[in-house]
């Protein structure tokens, strides 16, 4: 099975733990969800670019 990562990071931005997550959906393991945010923090860090007017 899978879970997208938008729907884990909501579950953490929930509140919920990792602990709680993990119970609900036993084929993830810890790695995934510090994966999704590896994913998601990769995602924020790219630049804007602006024009120059």
Do not use: N, W
Request: with cysteine.
């Amino acid at each position: 099975m899978r879970i997208r990562v938008k729907d884990v990071l909501e579950l953490l931005a929930a509140g919920e733990s990792e602990e709680t997550i993990l119970a609900d959906y036993p084929y993830l393991e810890l790695e995934d969800i510090r994966a999704c945010l590896a994913f998601a923090a990769a995602e924020i860090d790219h630049p804007i670019l602006r024009s120059a007017c």
